[in-house]
């Protein structure tokens, strides 16, 4: 049987990736597929814990005695989040959160017109909703969990990211093609604020959950159980 390291516990995770509408028929999007915050979900449960999830356009099957609250847009994940993170013990930011939407969302259907270009896409920034958790935690001791994808200099990047978000832990990737996105494995570093590392070798993607919750359930406070 699993150790049940996490009963008593609640855990809110987000998962899959946000939508970004330009028109009712277009969206500005991204590849993930929701499988490693399903995988974290799925997980957390085993070991005891109260699991909200967080869902971005994910179609994956609900994993059983786990809460699903579906979002489509970075807005959207930020409420739903933020609402379920301020009694949660800890909060793990798996999703592809878009770092940017479309400036203006056009009501009708943007048109072809005969002859002329089309208008350029202009964006604005969404709201940092993993700094903004670490930021303002819900109550002092709550432990939160980012995740960052990275093309080059990863650890690099990845620890100025850990030290710029505030989170307690970081687990960096590397993407590329055929790499972390829609795949069923996964390879990653987990960077702690303390300064330690923890290497999580290529293997599928409930073995990096194992591991997330292996360093989160000794960083929980103590009195909240
Ligand atoms: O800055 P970057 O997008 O690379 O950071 C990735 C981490 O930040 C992920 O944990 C993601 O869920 C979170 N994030 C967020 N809000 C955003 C963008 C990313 O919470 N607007």
């Keep these: 049987a699993t150790e049940q390291d996490l009963a008593g516990r609640h855990v809110v995770i987000s998962a899959g990736g946000t939508r970004e509408p330009l028109d009712p028929v277009r969206y500005l999007g991204n590849r993930s597929s929701g499988k490693q915050g399903y995988a974290l979900a799925r997980t957390a449960a085993?070991?005891?814990?109260?699991?909200?999830?967080?869902?971005?356009?994910?179609?994956?099957?609900?994993?059983?005695?786990?809460?699903?609250?579906?979002?489509?847009?970075?807005?959207?994940?930020?409420?739903?989040?933020?609402?379920?993170?301020?009694?949660?013990?800890?909060?793990?930011?798996?999703?592809?959160?878009?770092?940017?939407?479309?400036?203006?969302?056009?009501?009708?259907?943007?048109?072809?017109?005969?002859?002329?270009?089309?208008?350029?896409?202009?964006?604005?920034?969404?709201?940092d909703i993993l700094a903004e958790i670490s930021a303002e935690r819900a109550h002092p001791g709550q432990v939160v969990v980012g995740f960052a994808a990275e093309t080059d200099e990863v650890l690099a990047n990845g620890r100025a990211k850990l030290a710029r978000k505030g989170c307690d832990l970081l687990v960096v990737n590397e993407v590329g093609e055929h790499k972390a996105f829609g795949s069923a494995e996964n390879?990653?570093?987990?960077?702690?604020?303390?300064?330690?590392?923890?290497?999580?070798?290529?293997?599928?993607?409930?073995?990096?959950?194992?591991?997330?919750?292996?360093?989160?359930?000794?960083?929980?406070?103590?009195?909240?159980?």
Aim: glycine letters at 6%.
């Design 46 to 127: 085993a070991r005891g814990a109260r699991v909200t999830l967080v869902a971005g356009n994910t179609e994956l099957p609900d994993p059983a005695g786990v809460e699903v609250i579906p979002i489509g847009t970075a807005r959207q994940l930020r409420e739903a989040v933020l609402k379920a993170a301020a009694d949660a013990d800890a909060v793990v930011m798996a999703a592809a959160v878009a770092d940017f939407r479309p400036a203006v969302y056009t009501t009708g259907k943007i048109k072809k017109i005969e002859g002329q270009e089309p208008e350029p896409i202009a964006l604005v920034r969404n709201p």
């Design 187 to 225: 390879e990653a570093v987990i960077l702690a604020a303390d300064g330690t590392e923890t290497p999580v070798p290529y293997g599928p993607k409930e073995t990096l959950a194992e591991t997330v919750w292996d360093l989160v359930a000794p960083r929980l406070a103590e009195t909240r159980r």
